[in-house]
């Protein structure tokens, strides 16, 4: 049958589109389909019987026994089904016993209520290697999301949210309430009002370099660290080690912000190590000596080939890519 046959409700619940939105899996469907009911208000009850359906047949078995089910379906489909003794009726379409079907379904999620739903409430959003993703949170906070990277968050909490990675956030602020933001890592919780930094989770330690506004962080040792903008701090539960430095030119450090690599006084050593945990590459020296060259500057890193070229020309070295692997030569 060609789907201009079909109803919208028939249409929705077979979209592999429709269905991410309604599991929230995949942020580009989310956005779409978030965009197309506010230009369709008037499909707004259809779209979430939908949604109800592409839920429900999900629900945890053993909070309730097949048996009852198939009771009640068929008490249910008993009730439309024609008696053997009346007038010949049509005998009902494949369409028309989708349509039992389907009302079945939403009878019997009245019925025993939405316990049996899944009950995570848990947001998760993730990047793959050599992707980079911006999001808007629902406070109005927003995330820039490096690859190889993960945060999470409960719908009820969207302000307290855990990260694994490399993110650059831009908290919005609420004055009325005075509501904090808190990112937890696993080796601290940065706790926030309204500001601007980023976090990485790299190398066993966490490190935030902090732009705008002010932050305190809770260390995994039950210290805490106040900072004002232009501070980095680097902390490592393994080993509690922990250094705070004010950013200057003599700094030897690495930041991420907003799809830029920001080097100064690094070597090209620890600058490839950013390149391979965002992109998921090994590096090889050809030249050793290659290692301790210093790097200061700008690196984009949108794109691979775009990142090794800014990068082969500050450092003049050569770059190559075999397979997973970048050989470093001198030029």
Same mark, same amino acid.
Request: glycine residues 6%.
């Given at each position: 049958?060609?789907?201009?046959?079909?109803?919208?409700?028939?249409?929705?619940?077979?979209?592999?589109?429709?269905?991410? !939105?309604?599991?929230?899996?995949?942020?580009?469907?989310?956005?779409?389909?978030?965009?197309?009911?506010?230009?369709?208000?008037?499909?707004?009850?259809?779209?979430?019987?939908? #949604? /109800?359906?592409?839920?429900?047949?999900?629900?945890?078995?053993?909070?309730?026994?097949?048996?009852?089910?198939?009771?009640?379906?068929?008490?249910?489909?008993?009730?439309?089904?024609?008696?053997?003794? &009346?007038? #010949?009726? #049509?005998?009902?379409?494949?369409? /028309?016993?989708?349509?039992?079907?389907?009302?079945?379904?939403?009878?019997?999620? *009245?019925?025993?209520? @939405?316990?049996?739903?899944?009950?995570?409430?848990?947001?998760?959003?993730?990047?793959?290697?050599?992707?980079?993703?911006?999001?808007?949170?629902? $406070?109005?906070?927003? *995330?820039?999301?490096?690859?190889?990277?993960?945060?999470?968050?409960?719908?009820?909490?969207?302000?307290?949210?855990?990260?694994?990675?490399?993110? @650059?956030?831009?908290?919005?602020?609420?004055?009325?309430?005075?509501?904090?933001? !808190?990112?937890?890592?696993? $080796?601290? #919780?940065?706790? *926030?009002?309204?500001?601007?930094?980023?976090?990485?989770?790299?190398?066993?330690?966490?490190? *935030?370099?902090?732009?705008?506004? &002010?932050?305190?962080?809770?260390?995994?040792?039950?210290?805490?660290?106040?900072?004002?903008?232009?501070?980095?701090?680097? @902390?490592?539960?393994? $080993?509690?080690?922990?250094?705070?430095?004010?950013?200057?030119?003599?700094?030897?450090?690495?930041?991420?912000?907003?799809?830029?690599?920001?080097?100064?006084?690094?070597?090209?050593?620890?600058?490839?190590?950013?390149?391979?945990?965002?992109?998921?590459?090994?590096?090889?020296?050809?030249?050793?000596?290659?290692? $301790?060259?210093?790097?200061?500057?700008?690196?984009?890193?949108?794109?691979?080939?775009?990142?090794?070229?800014?990068?082969?020309?500050?450092?003049?070295?050569?770059?190559?890519?075999?397979?997973?692997?970048?050989?470093?030569?001198?030029?």
């Amino acid at each position: 049958m060609s789907k201009k046959n079909l109803s919208l409700l028939e249409i929705l619940i077979d979209d592999i589109s429709f269905i991410n !939105w309604a599991k929230n899996q995949n942020q580009n469907d989310v956005a779409f389909w978030n965009n197309w009911i506010e230009k369709h208000p008037d499909k707004i009850e259809t779209v979430f019987n939908a #949604k /109800a359906i592409v839920l429900g047949i999900q629900f945890e078995k053993t909070l309730i026994s097949e048996s009852k089910i198939e009771r009640e379906l068929s008490h249910i489909l008993a009730q439309i089904e024609p008696e053997k003794n &009346s007038p #010949k009726r #049509k005998k009902p379409t494949s369409k /028309a016993v989708k349509y039992v079907a389907i009302t079945a379904v939403l009878i019997l999620l *009245v019925t025993f209520g @939405y316990s049996f739903l899944p009950t995570n409430t848990t947001i998760t959003h993730k990047t793959v290697f050599g992707e980079i993703i911006d999001l808007k949170l629902p $406070d109005g906070t927003s *995330v820039v999301l490096n690859g190889n990277s993960e945060i999470s968050y409960d719908k009820a909490s969207p302000r307290n949210i855990n990260l694994s990675g490399e993110a @650059y956030f831009k908290v919005k602020s609420i004055p009325s309430t005075k509501a904090k933001f !808190w990112v937890n890592t696993k $080796d601290l #919780k940065v706790e *926030v009002f309204g500001t601007q930094f980023h976090v990485s989770t790299r190398d066993n330690k966490t490190g *935030v370099l902090l732009d705008e506004g &002010s932050i305190e962080l809770l260390l995994d040792n039950g210290t805490t660290q106040k900072m004002i903008p232009g501070e980095l701090v680097s @902390y490592s539960k393994e $080993d509690k080690a922990i250094t705070h430095d004010k950013v200057t030119q003599e700094l030897s450090y690495s930041l991420w912000r907003e799809g830029t690599y920001i080097f100064n006084n690094t070597t090209v050593y620890e600058v490839m190590k950013n390149i391979e945990q965002a992109y998921g590459m090994k590096t090889e020296f050809i030249d050793e000596e290659l290692k $301790d060259q210093k790097l200061t500057g700008g690196i984009p890193n949108q794109n691979l080939k775009i990142c090794l070229s800014a990068i082969e020309k500050s450092t003049g070295t050569r770059i190559v890519i075999k397979g997973k692997r970048l050989l470093i030569f001198k030029n």
